[in-house]
């Protein structure tokens, strides 16, 4: 069967080669640690696991939810950031449920962009930002994230042209794979680029809550003025480790939110309101559990960080995300480096330009493993390479 062009057009799988790869060592018994995938492996905390047990039980949670999700639910997402970033907003019209964030991200573009628009798209990112968009009909206009501006898009070099025929902007810090973390300077500037070309922003912060070495990331919202020009999505699945539940939010200008409300009244019928009450107690609840899980990925990360200079590289981490986003050695290829080391080492690493072509010339590496795993598979590289510089 034919499909639509639009599904054809999509690119190419890139981690098809790999899992292939993966499959046979498997098939040969060999244990394969993947340092590749992206999703906690702690549990979530115990608490929201009982508030989940405890609405599940009441058959009024048993029907269909609002497509803009309970007004409890938006209620304790607006006090969060109220007590996170004294930022005020009203939970009626500026705050809607999502089932995950990344629902959210992939329909935004659907609200606003059509046929001969333009998107512009960090590159490396997060994949839904731009196929989301292209499956709406826009173009993809890149802006590359490269290290020697710390990852941040340099919004000065966009043609003034491309900005004056885009329509929307996606932004994420701290990013995901880079792990780079953005001043709220960064962000106001990016409101007055908005303001001047009439663009839509829309910033996801999957990641706030995780970072490192006492810094806290500014929310995209505190930035003044940038509820005229744009939303911020934001996800329990990092936070909390509940990206099995599927519970989000997009929060910010009333325009954007009702846009994005009455799409999802029209193709979805919300979230399950149980989950929405077990963000509730994740949100108003301890926030320690946040913080000991904080407390885990910084240690991984020194793991990772001194199996890394073992092997001879010499990188300082950035301060956000579950990610550590490293240069791949001379010569290689992302993709040769990725197969080179799932080969010799049975380690899954994932190439930087499953994240976009100015993803080339790095791989990253997760978290999201137990630390005798990380290092397990650290001291396999060092065994299978020695040093690479
Ligand atoms: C994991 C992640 C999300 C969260 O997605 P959910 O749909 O809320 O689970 C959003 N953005 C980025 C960049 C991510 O890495």
Redesign the pocket.
Known sequence: MKVADRLSALPPYLFARIEQMIEELEKKNIDVISLGI??PDLPTPPHIVQALIKHAQNPENHRYPSSAGLMDFRRAVTEWYQRRFQVELDPAAEVVT????????GHISFCYLQDGDIALIPDP??P?YGIGAALAGAENYLLPLEEKNHFIPDLGSVPSDVARKARLMFL?YP???TGATCTRQFFEEAVEFARSYDIIICH?A??SEITFNGYSAPSFLEAPGAKDVGIE??????TYN??GW???WAAGNAELVKALTTIKSNLDSGAFQAIQYAGIAALEGSQNCVAEMVRIYQERRQIALQGLEDLGWNISLPQG??YIWVPVPPRYSSAEFAELVLEKAAVVITPGTGYGKFGEGYFRISLTLPSERLKEALARMKEAFGTFF
Do not use: C, Q, W
């Not at 999502?98 to 991200?105: A, M, P, Q, V």
């Not at 999505?233 to 990092?238: A, P, Y």
């Open positions: 992206g999703d999502l089932i995950g964030s990344k629902e959210g991200i990112g997060y839904v994420n990013n995901n794979p996801d999957a990641y999505f934001h996800s329990l699945s990092k509940m990206t599927r519970l989000g995300s579950i």
